[in-house]
């Protein structure tokens, strides 16, 4: 089934767009409880916890865009792919939240291998199916409809995950996964509408993996990427430092997420709505000048403002949305402005997730060492708060204004076409 012009109904979209429920409900595990996890139920220390967590994110950051050029090489429906990566994920998330018990060098390395399965088995049916969602339609007001429901999707399958967690532990939520996993791989594969096949001749050389960057757009859409990635992770990273020592709402950190995760999906439809009047990038611009103009607010909250920082997280939450749902429709206008649509969407998309990842490991590493030599010590609310405050909301709301500009002098607002499809353009 080719979708490529067409317009999409709501469930052909649902049957795509579900499948990123269970790949959000693995990826918060691995970002937020492995760590915890592995430092109660194991006899590794957290140095540790620690080395083998950095060894697996760099190795991670190399593993999709090799997986993205393999795929693009391969000429394969990206359905192949999802479906080569369900007993995978399965395999490697049992691993990882079920390990035996073992001595302590086995554990090691036990916890080593079922990560990098993970990242492994992620990365292949992340890559393909957001390649499956770029290439099916070319259409401006398709494009940000499916990366929205993509995203939305997404979003539900955080607050499962750790609503799960929370309620029944990892049994519970292994047992969740394994049900969603296969429910909305089913249906993706059985029901989803499929772009059109590429044939091998059009299949990318062995040198693929240069291809994207030799797109101007893509060069300068990629360095939007990362700014306005770190300028999201870094509050990510400091949340429950901020929620708990400096405001002393640490009990709150829950709801809180919730808000702004609740708000981010409830935005979406906005978002989409602004993206087809204006274009993705526009609307994605005011997003960033939106978040900018909230969340500076947060500096000046005192210990206690519970209701202001609720406020703060409802209204930068919105702008969240876009953060999530135009991106991606906006690389996808990209892939097909350079005439790869169909083709070689899996190229894009593994350098793509190399820029996310590299966008969290930049936060941590800028924000925690500068917050240790300024004098913060975790847990400890005699010093160094300023240093947390200003960490936590004036850089983020610096590094999105900067994103904003890049965005603003990007080659991208000349690539439109009457019609709302991109004009071809390197």
Same mark, same amino acid.
């Given at each position: 089934?080719?979708?490529?012009?067409?317009?999409?109904?709501?469930?052909?979209?649902?049957?795509?767009?579900?499948?990123?429920?269970?790949?959000?409900?693995?990826?918060?595990?691995?970002?937020?409880?492995?760590?915890?996890?592995?430092?109660?139920?194991?006899?590794?220390?957290?140095?540790?916890?620690?080395?083998?967590? =950095?060894?697996? #994110? &760099?190795?991670?950051?190399?593993?999709?865009?090799?997986?993205?050029?393999?795929?693009?090489?391969?000429? #394969?429906?990206?359905?192949?792919?999802?479906?080569?990566?369900?007993?995978?994920?399965?395999?490697?998330?049992?691993? =990882?939240?079920?390990?035996?018990?073992?001595?302590?060098?086995?554990?090691?390395?036990?916890?080593?291998?079922?990560?990098?399965?993970?990242?492994?088995?992620?990365?292949?049916?992340?890559?393909?199916?957001?390649?499956?969602?770029?290439?099916?339609?070319?259409?401006?007001?398709?494009?940000?409809?499916?990366?929205?429901?993509?995203?939305?999707?997404?979003?539900?399958?955080?607050?499962?995950?750790?609503?799960?967690?929370?309620?029944?532990?990892?049994?519970?939520?292994?047992?969740?996964?394994?049900?969603?996993?296969?429910?909305?791989?089913?249906?993706?594969?059985?029901?989803?509408?499929?772009?059109?096949?590429?044939?091998?001749?059009?299949?990318?050389?062995?040198?693929?993996?240069?291809?994207?960057?030799?797109? #101007?757009?893509?060069?300068?859409?990629?360095?939007?990427?990362?700014?306005?990635?770190?300028?999201?992770?870094?509050?990510?990273?400091?949340?429950?430092?901020?929620?708990?020592?400096?405001?002393?709402?640490?009990?709150?950190?829950?709801?809180?997420?919730?808000?702004?995760?609740?708000?981010?999906?409830?935005?979406?439809?906005? %978002?989409?709505?602004?993206?087809? #009047?204006?274009?993705?990038?526009?609307?994605?611009?005011?997003?960033?000048?939106?978040?900018?103009?909230?969340?500076?607010?947060?500096?000046? =909250?005192?210990?206690?403002?519970?209701?202001?920082?609720?406020? &703060?997280?409802?209204?930068?939450?919105?702008?969240?949305?876009?953060?999530?749902?135009?991106?991606?429709?906006?690389?996808?206008?990209?892939?097909?402005?350079?005439?790869?649509?169909?083709?070689?969407?899996?190229?894009?998309?593994?350098? %793509?997730?190399?820029?996310?990842?590299?966008?969290?490991?930049?936060?941590?590493?800028?924000?925690?060492?500068?917050?240790? %030599?300024?004098?913060?010590?975790?847990?400890?609310?005699?010093?160094?708060?300023?240093?947390?405050?200003?960490?936590?909301? =004036?850089?983020?709301?610096?590094?999105?204004?900067?994103?904003?500009?890049?965005?603003?002098?990007?080659?991208?607002?000349?690539?439109?076409?009457?019609?709302?499809?991109?004009?071809?353009?390197?």
């Amino acid at each position: 089934m080719n979708a490529v012009g067409s317009a999409l109904s709501l469930p052909a979209l649902f049957s795509y767009g579900l499948f990123g429920l269970p790949l959000a409900m693995l990826a918060l595990p691995i970002y937020i409880y492995v760590a915890p996890f592995y430092a109660q139920r194991s006899s590794l220390d957290l140095a540790q916890i620690g080395a083998v967590l =950095l060894a697996a #994110r &760099i190795a991670a950051a190399f593993i999709d865009p090799a997986l993205g050029a393999w795929m693009a090489r391969g000429g #394969r429906s990206y359905a192949v792919y999802v479906g080569a990566s369900l007993p995978l994920l399965l395999l490697g998330f049992g691993a =990882l939240f079920h390990p035996p018990a073992m001595r302590e060098t086995a554990t090691l390395a036990w916890f080593l291998a079922a990560l990098l399965l993970v990242y492994t088995a992620y990365g292949l049916a992340g890559i393909a199916h957001q390649s499956w969602g770029a290439a099916l339609s070319q259409l401006r007001a398709q494009r940000a409809r499916v990366t929205a429901v993509r995203e939305g999707c997404g979003l539900f399958g955080v607050i499962l995950a750790a609503g799960l967690t929370s309620l029944f532990g990892y049994d519970g939520l292994s047992l969740a996964f394994a049900v969603c996993l296969l429910a909305a791989g089913a249906l993706l594969l059985a029901r989803a509408p499929r772009p059109a096949l590429r044939s091998a001749a059009e299949a990318v050389s062995g040198n693929g993996w240069k291809l994207p960057f030799r797109q #101007r757009a893509f060069r300068w859409l990629f360095a939007v990427l990362l700014v306005n990635g770190v300028a999201a992770a870094i509050p990510a990273t400091l949340f429950l430092f901020f929620a708990t020592d400096y405001l002393r709402l640490g009990h709150y950190a829950g709801p809180f997420l919730i808000v702004y995760f609740c708000a981010a999906a409830a935005s979406m439809p906005a %978002w989409v709505a602004l993206a087809r #009047r204006f274009g993705e990038a526009r609307a994605w611009g005011g997003a960033m000048l939106l978040a900018a103009c909230v969340f500076v607010w947060a500096y000046g =909250l005192g210990a206690g403002a519970a209701w202001g920082f609720a406020t &703060i997280c409802l209204l930068s939450g919105l702008a969240l949305g876009a953060d999530l749902a135009l991106p991606p429709a906006l690389l996808a206008g990209l892939i097909g402005a350079a005439g790869h649509a169909g083709r070689h969407e899996a190229a894009y998309f593994g350098w %793509w997730n190399w820029g996310v990842q590299m966008s969290l490991a930049l936060a941590a590493g800028i924000a925690l060492p500068l917050l240790a %030599w300024l004098g913060y010590v975790p847990g400890n609310s005699s010093g160094g708060l300023p240093a947390l405050s200003a960490a936590y909301a =004036l850089l983020p709301c610096a590094l999105k204004l900067l994103a904003a500009l890049l965005l603003w002098r990007a080659p991208l607002q000349h690539i439109y076409s009457e019609t709302g499809e991109y004009r071809p353009c390197i």
